[in-house]
């Protein structure tokens, strides 16, 4: 029997006729992978591959046709070096020892026993002979942000970001043999286990019911007997993945005979059509009482006799007409909706969301971040960026700016300043002054291709060069070929 959450790409034909497992999954090494993507010219295109190398073999277009947001699917690869230099318990140790690492912050030490899901997290930062006590008595330890302390884990997000068009986060889990950390739960993100060394026992349950389907936020723990019979059970060992949707709940407890370190990739929390019309709907009525009278005229003097809860089992025939006219005006509400504001808010949102890029080489050696400026014998050398009309520049990454208005100006909101911790920083924006609006946009819609500072549409080259130095500086752009400095 195939389980139906296994992916038919994991399968093929045998010579007497029947389906049997796939012996061996191959794949390039995570370090090959990411020299060769630094590569790609377009950084979208980059983050589709290392989409599809996560979920390889299955194809892109049929995850996201039958899996995505609808069931879990198991991705088993019998190759325990499919995922190495991800993230390992070496990687783990050197960050406590090296970096500042705080229990609540950073580090949680959790324990599930006998029912019963417990936090042991003291105060202070979290050291190595502490946590690796807690982690010899039963302890499980969950890394919050490895993005954080990691470079491989903040490169991978950073890239699988701009694939989702959604924030990618990221937990690393540690569980000591024959324990378990967690109680049964719901999550409101969609959720890749990533197995990276060791084994784990999971069971994954169907929704209760429509409401937990894609739910807006996480749910309690629940007790055993809340939750019925898993719908896929299963052992995740070193190289597979394990995908889930929001709204599944899960559990995975360690075998006894050996320890488990997964790293869960996340994204889409709160990036429904919902949130899109929370943004929305206020706006549109905020315009609708400015533009229509209908919207401002006063109610019903006498409404509250006869609507509200007190009166729902009161016959009366106004209430038809208060619930009619009330509709009327919902339905015309759509008319003064700002779609692309709401959409730019929620884009504004995203931007905050994001990491910063790590850059290619190519992309290092080309922007402000090689430029050779430098105080020498007391003076500054080499401050000024020799760009000409035949300069070519381009955006550094497909996602990384996006014009957006507030009243008459116009900002350009950006991810290159931000923290590699969440929300360290303000969102990141600074004004387009008019003249600059047409090529700032015909920049960003020239991706991926390098564009002249002369081809640019203003009105003059000193405004071009202007728009051209101001992004250089700022680390938004990078040119075909290095500048000259004096």
């Not at 109680?183 to 969609?190: K, L, N, T, V």
């Not at 389907?213 to 995740?236: K, R, Y």
């Not at 101001?470 to 990078?478: D, M, P």
Request: net charge negative.
């Amino acid at each position: 029997t195939i389980h139906p959450s296994i992916h038919p790409s994991l399968l093929f034909q045998s010579r007497v006729g029947g389906l049997v497992p796939i012996p061996q999954v191959e794949g390039p090494a995570l370090h090959t992978l990411l020299t060769d993507l630094a590569k790609v010219h377009n950084s979208r295109e980059r983050a589709g591959k290392l989409f599809e190398w996560l979920i390889h073999p299955v194809p892109l277009q049929s995850f996201f046709r039958d899996i995505w947001e609808k069931k879990p699917a198991l991705i088993r690869r019998h190759n325990p070096e499919y995922y190495k230099g991800l993230f390992s318990t070496a990687e783990f140790d050197r960050i406590l020892r090296d970096d500042d690492v705080q229990f609540g912050v950073n580090l949680d030490v959790t324990s599930y026993r006998n029912g019963k899901r417990e936090t042991h997290n003291p105060p202070g930062r979290a050291l190595p002979f502490t946590v690796w006590d807690f982690y010899k008595n039963g302890c499980s330890l969950r890394l919050l942000n490895p993005q954080a302390f990691s470079i491989t884990v903040w490169n991978v997000l950073s890239i699988l970001q701009e694939h989702f068009g959604s924030m990618a986060g990221a937990n690393v889990y540690l569980t000591p043999a024959g324990t378990q950390g967690f109680a049964p739960h719901y999550d409101d993100i969609e959720a890749f286990i990533i197995q990276l060394e060791g084994r784990k026992h999971w069971r994954v349950y169907n929704p209760r019911s429509e409401d937990e389907v894609l739910p807006v936020a996480s749910s309690p723990n629940f007790s055993q007997s809340e939750i019925g019979e898993p719908s896929l059970e299963v052992v995740l060992e070193a190289g597979d993945l394990l995908y889930f949707p929001r709204g599944f709940i899960h559990q995975g407890d360690c075998l006894p005979d050996a320890h488990s370190l997964h790293i869960t990739i996340s994204s889409y929390q709160k990036n429904s059509w919902g949130d899109l019309l929370q943004k929305l709907v206020p706006a549109a009525l905020e315009m609708a009482m400015e533009e229509d009278i209908e919207f401002r005229q006063g109610l019903p003097l006498d409404y509250l006799t006869y609507m509200g809860v007190q009166n729902s089992d009161k016959e009366d025939s106004r209430k038809a007409q208060f619930t009619e006219h009330l509709l009327s005006l919902m339905k015309k509400l759509a008319k003064y909706a700002p779609v692309d504001a709401a959409v730019d808010q929620k884009a504004k949102e995203f931007l905050h969301d994001c990491l910063p890029p790590v850059l290619t080489p190519e992309e290092q050696a080309s922007s402000v971040y090689s430029a050779p400026t430098r105080i020498e014998d007391g003076k500054a050398r080499d401050v000024t960026a020799h760009i000409k009309p035949e300069t070519k520049i381009r955006l550094l990454r497909d996602g990384i700016a996006r014009l957006c208005s507030e009243g008459d100006a116009v900002f350009l909101c950006h991810t290159v300043d931000n923290s590699r911790v969440y929300h360290k920083e303000e969102l990141k924006s600074f004004e387009v002054l008019p003249e600059h609006t047409d090529a700032m946009e015909f920049l960003i819609h020239s991706y991926p291709d390098f564009v002249s500072v002369g081809s640019l549409p203003c009105d003059s080259f000193k405004e071009k060069a202007s728009l051209a130095e101001l992004l250089f500086e700022r680390g938004l752009i990078h040119t075909c070929e290095p500048l000259l400095f004096s």
